[in-house]
């Protein structure tokens, strides 16, 4: 069965339309302090795993004289693409997509603040049905944006279809965190102190609900590997980061 995350909300079930528009207002309402609850959340953790997120992309400038395009998608607050122009130089074409104009909003200044202000496309489009031709970029990255996404396996399709031959597919996103012991007690975390965070840091308790349950919707790291091998891709891998409490998954575009 495709997408059967469809339904679901965190916990809830709703409709696709209202699951995508209720993502929208989730994102909406914690654009403005998402980073900064990501250094809460993690202890400041996240930001080791994007580094080994992008050190596995390799990035590069351009490949026998040819500009690569990065395409980053659900990266709004530029967290990734930042670190892709830091590896690969002003040369690389890199793109951000996001569904949400005020994640969008904090990345542009971002990027202005880092003095890169014209060094980035940025594009509001869905991950299902991305705004870019076929077979035009070398790489697409997504990082905790993936279970936010209504339909998964039509946006693991897409992601092919804007792949040129070659080019790579890399998701980060929180996992199944192993063995049981610890899985026990993330939860405990999770469902206690993450909510409570977001209401106190980010005034929205509700909305870290839901990111908590939504984790746990999320298929599991061999899961996860099949539906991209459905979707087309080789060379299908993933590592584990933090026992599991995050995963990177990569692929190849034959």
């Known amino acids: 069965m495709l997408n059967p995350e469809k339904g679901w909300f965190g916990e809830k079930q709703v409709t696709p339309e209202e699951k995508t ?109 991305l705004p870019l031709p076929d077979s035009s970029v070398d790489v697409y990255t997504i990082a905790f944006g993936l279970r936010n996404v209504t339909h998964i396996d039509t946006a693991l399709r897409e992601a092919f279809r804007v792949l040129k031959p070659g080019g790579r597919f890399f998701c980060l996103e929180f996992s199944r965190v192993q063995p049981d012991f610890l899985a026990k007690l993330y939860d405990l975390y999770s469902y206690t102190v993450i909510p409570r965070l977001g209401e106190k840091v980010a005034n929205d308790r ?15 790291q061999e899961k996860l590997l099949a539906r991209m091998k459905d979707a087309g891709f080789e060379s299908a891998r993933y590592a584990n ?3 599991g409490i995050a995963a990177i998954h990569s692929g190849l575009k034959p």
């Open 241 to 243: 980061l933090s026992a």
């Open 206 to 220: 509700e909305s870290y609900q839901y990111l908590v349950e939504s984790i746990r919707k999320f298929p599991s």
């Open 21 to 129: 528009q209720r993502v929208i207002g989730v994102f909406d309402n914690v654009a403005s302090r998402y980073d900064l609850m990501n250094d809460f959340m993690s202890g400041g953790v996240h930001r080791l795993w994007k580094d080994r997120f992008v050190r596995m992309i390799r990035p590069r400038g351009s490949v026998g004289g040819v500009a690569q395009h990065y395409l980053d998608v659900a990266g709004g607050t530029g967290d990734i693409a930042f670190r892709i122009r830091k590896a690969a130089g002003a040369e690389a074409k890199i793109t951000l997509c996001d569904l949400n104009d005020n994640m969008l909003s904090v990345g542009r200044d971002r990027s202005i603040d880092k003095g890169w202000g014209h060094d980035f496309s940025w594009v509001a489009g869905n991950a299902e049905s």
